[in-house]
Nanobody, 124 residues
Framework: QVTLVESGGGLVQAGGSLRLSCAASGRIFSTYNMGWFRQAPGKEREFVASIRWSGGSIYYTDYADSVKGRFTISGDNAKNTVYLQVNSLKPEDTAVYYC??????????????WGQGTQVTVSS
């Protein structure tokens, strides 16, 4: 298992931006699929975005419909860090954002590694 630490959350006005970071304890890009999830008060945790590397500079990303065009997931191989750039924030984006790692496409996120979360609060 890999240890994940999120940072970058905060309080921002609607329309604003943040960059969330997820620092891993070891090399991740050749081994793990990485994802961001969020959980709002009173709601279940939901998928936000994921990224997996196919080798070299080739990678694949996936996004929840609710964030497409506003959020961008990326990674820095040298820093073992995954980012989530969140733009055009809306009050409904308010949630605790979690980073997750899983081994391979056939494994489940719930069986992988999770960070402690970072709070994003969007004021109207």
């Amino acid at each position: 298992q890999v240890t994940l630490v999120e940072s970058g959350g905060g309080l921002v006005q609607a329309g604003g931006s943040l960059r969330l970071s997820c620092a891993a304890s070891g090399r991740i890009f050749s081994t793990y699929n990485m994802g961001w999830f969020r959980q709002a008060p009173g709601k279940e945790r939901e998928f936000v975005a994921s990224i997996r590397w196919s080798g070299g500079s080739i990678y694949y990303t996936d996004y929840a419909d609710s964030v497409k065009g506003r959020f961008t997931i990326s990674g820095d191989n040298a820093k073992n860090t995954v980012y989530l750039q969140v733009n055009s924030l809306k009050p409904e984006d308010t949630a605790v954002y979690y980073c997750a790692a899983k081994r391979g496409a056939s494994s489940t996120w719930s069986s992988g590694s999770w960070g402690q979360g970072t709070q994003v609060t969007v004021s109207s």
